[in-house]
């Protein structure tokens, strides 16, 4: 907008007699122009300091000093002597020694500062853990004597097992006398049977050889007449 | 007697929860417990479950006596056998009766330390800032720490503590 601005004051330039200076030499925009950006402030400043930085900018505290200044000096209202390069050496070298000396012994009162505050920060926070911890301790405590419930139905389950084991213990004993009087049939019954067995077998084999007693000479003579018979055969 | 008594073997214990809130004192105990309950149930699976039934058929072919058999089984048939009398039942409710008095009064003590500590934290919590407090301040509600200060001063010994 500005650089058809400058082409109009040129050509409106002939009545001041600048003929030739403000030709446009591009149709580009120009680098220069009167449309530069404001200094943005990030200092932040308060109080005083911010309402003149929000009424004069940022170069506003630096003019006003300087602009003092030059009154000051010029209107010989401060006359300078040779207490002023006094004032000078002696507000420099402050300066640098503040610059210089500040920071370190600004760090060292700070540690101190700190160690103190640590050791009484630190008690007060082991005081508020201790309690902390007991608190949450005694919780624990409380929660583990609902345990109680679940011994005592253990023990419950104990007494039940121990009864049902008496009564299956019971069945097994009446059980067990009863196949023992049943077997105990069986095998009187087998020794009877087998004794029986036996004596009718002795009784058998006996009479079979009483039978035979007298004849036993004449049974082997007919015996050995009968082999010879058959061996001449 | 509850009818809880005949239903033996059917409880599921964690015993790991269980361990888990037992105290460093009582673990000899519970293990015992634990040792009481293992035997119960391994002797109670010693025996089978149901009674065996009686081969009658073959008694009653094999043996020779007549009506043996058949007396033997109508008795048998007849035969009842009792349930153990459970005596300790009530023991046992007498004994879960007093530890739950034991514990009500256990916890109705531990609630009135968690109410003091509670308040006690409380308290701290709300101290004031180190840096916003002087001495006396600090001192007014601890007067132990008082005497001890003012004897000490009395007695010169400054405390200076070392680094």
């Not at chain 1, 200076?21 to 943005?40: A, E, G, I, M, Y």
């Not at chain 1, 009154?71 to 300066?95: A, F, H, P, R």
Request: with cysteine; aromatic share 8%; net charge neutral.
């Amino acid at each position: 907008m500005f650089s058809r601005l400058v082409c109009t004051v040129g050509r409106l330039a002939p009545a001041t007699g600048r003929v030739g200076l403000w030709r446009p030499l591009s149709t580009c925009q120009p680098r220069f122009t009167n449309d530069t950006p404001q200094p943005v402030s990030t200092s932040g400043r308060t109080g005083l300091a911010g309402f003149l930085e929000s009424k004069t900018g940022v170069t506003g505290a630096g003019t006003l000093g300087v602009g003092m200044a030059a009154y000051l000096i010029s209107k010989e209202i401060y006359i300078i002597n040779n207490e002023t390069v006094v004032v000078v050496v002696v507000g420099g070298v402050i300066y640098y020694l503040l610059k210089k000396m500040g920071p370190p012994i600004t760090q060292y009162i700070d540690e101190r500062n700190q160690k103190i505050q640590d050791r009484f920060y630190g008690f007060h926070n082991a005081q508020i853990k201790e309690v902390e911890d007991a608190i949450v301790d005694q919780q624990r405590l409380d929660g583990n004597l609902e345990v109680r419930h679940d011994i005592f139905s253990v023990l419950r389950e104990n007494n039940a097992m121990q009864l049902e084991e008496e009564y299956r213990r019971r069945w097994h004993e009446v059980i067990t006398e009863v196949t023992r009087r049943l077997d105990y049939q069986l095998e009187v019954q087998k020794v009877q049977k087998a004794f029986q067995h036996s004596h009718v077998v002795q009784w058998l084999e006996k009479a079979v050889i009483d039978n035979i007693k007298g004849q036993e000479d004449a049974s082997i003579s007919r015996c050995i007449a009968d082999l010879k018979k058959l061996a001449v055969a | 007697m509850s009818a809880g008594g005949r239903k033996a073997g059917q409880l599921v214990v964690d015993w790991a929860r269980m361990a888990g809130r037992i105290s460093e004192e009582g673990r000899a105990r519970f293990s015992q417990l634990r040792g009481r309950y293992e035997a119960c149930k391994t002797s109670l699976n010693s025996y089978p479950e149901k009674p065996q039934p009686i081969n009658w058929d073959h008694y009653r072919q094999n043996i020779a006596i007549p009506g043996l058999v058949e007396s033997f089984q109508k008795q048998y048939g007849g035969l009842s056998v009792p349930h153990p009398k459970d005596t300790t039942s009530a023991s046992i409710d007498k004994r879960e009766r007093e530890v739950e008095v034991i514990v009500q009064e256990t916890l109705a003590k531990s609630k009135e330390k968690m109410k003091e500590w509670q308040e006690e934290l409380a308290a701290l919590k709300a101290q004031k800032p180190f840096e916003d407090m002087t001495i006396q301040e600090y001192l007014e509600d601890k007067p132990e720490l008082k005497k001890l200060g003012d004897e000490m001063t009395r007695k010169q010994e400054w405390g200076v503590l070392k680094e």
